[in-house]
């Protein structure tokens, strides 16, 4: 049983799992992201994109789109407060009613709802039985055991504290079954060099036991985790 944790749109999930099935025919791969659904709602005046827990992610209104949520930087308010107002006025006028009328259920059209996985790995997941897709937070504990965890592009500094890492390594080792094993990786584009690590689960933690490129980015945090 694997988990390859942080898939974003599953091809790479697709790609490594091809390879796996003719070495294991009875592998059960779990391919996994943390925002892998979301819902659009719309009406003439802005268009909403919310994540499952219908929290708001994307704001269009008229020709502006905002990401949220967004930090307020200074800088931007100098820079271009005029889109910082109209952010403002539609997060609190238009984007309110529409969010209210979805909540209490009078929007006219049903939320559209979006899986982020690619084309591949949906007819991948439909037609075979052994690779499920699914939504799940590494900052969250896993929902099964496995052998063998993957998480590739997903253990870099840019996305985690090192509060956050040793959370996210908690639920890794408990979610192993005792001697699997931690692959995990990061390069910049296809094709480029892997950086990282493949990880033994023990009683004190994770022992590497192969290193590709110049190791784990997150190595040394790796080497600290005591369970
Ligand atoms: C750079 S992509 C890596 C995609 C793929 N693993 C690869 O190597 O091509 C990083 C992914 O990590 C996901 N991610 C970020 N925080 C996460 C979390 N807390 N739990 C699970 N996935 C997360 C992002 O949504 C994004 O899809």
């Keep these: 049983m694997i988990q390859d ?10 790609d490594f799992f091809g390879r796996l099935r003719s070495l294991f025919p009875n592998v059960a ?32 209104f008229r020709s502006f789109v905002f990401h949220l949520p967004e930090r307020w930087e200074l800088l931007a308010c100098f820079l271009y407060p005029l889109n910082i107002l109209i952010r403002w006025y539609a997060l609190h006028f238009p984007a309110k009613r529409l969010l209210k009328n979805y ?15 690619c084309p591949k790995a949906l007819r991948l997941a439909s037609e075979d039985k052994r690779f499920t897709l699914e939504e799940q937070s590494v900052l969250h504990p896993l929902k099964r055991s496995s052998h063998v965890i993957r998480a590739m592009n997903l253990l870099n500094p840019s996305y985690f504290t090192k509060e956050e890492f040793l959370r996210v390594l908690r639920h890794m080792h408990t979610a192993l ?14 094709g480029t ?15 590497e036991i192969h290193r590709f490129g110049n190791g784990s980015p997150i190595a040394a945090t790796i080497a600290l985790f005591k369970p």
């Design 103 to 117: 909540h209490t259920g009078k929007l006219s059209t049903h939320p559209q709802e979006i899986l982020l996985f």
């Design 193 to 207: 060099p892997v950086h990282g690590g493949i990880y033994h689960k023990s009683s004190s933690g994770f022992e």
């Design 5 to 14: 944790v942080g898939v974003s749109d599953g091809r790479t999930a697709c």
């Design 177 to 190: 079954f005792d001697d699997g094993f931690l692959i995990t990786g990061s390069n910049q584009d296809a």
């Design 29 to 60: 791969y779990f391919a996994s992201d943390y925002g892998a659904l979301v819902k659009v709602i719309s009406n003439e005046q802005c268009c909403l994109v919310l994540n499952a827990t219908n929290k708001l992610l994307e704001l269009t």
